[in-house]
């Protein structure tokens, strides 16, 4: 409980700034997936492109961040579409 504390301008100020930080990678992001898609390709280098514009440990943890969000939905959509697919055969 010793890590809750009373809301200062300096905290507010450091969290907004890091809101930013994060704005800003995810935008470089989301432009680069729609150049180079949702594949593997546009997978791999989104993470990276953003992680390597924003520079120190923020574009790195953007970068692990992007790519741990980008892999892990792989299984939950091939789930779904494997899912939608069975009960699309069984109604025919």
Known sequence: MDKIGVP??????????????GAGGGLLYNIS???????????LVAPVLAGSVIKGETGK????TAGFVSFSGLGVSQVQETQSSNSSSEVM
């Open 33 to 43: 997936r729609s150049i180079f898609g949702s594949g593997l390709l546009g997978s």
């Open 61 to 64: 943890q953007l970068a692990l």
């Open 8 to 21: 200062t301008v300096n905290g507010m100020k450091s969290a907004f700034g890091s809101y930013l930080w």
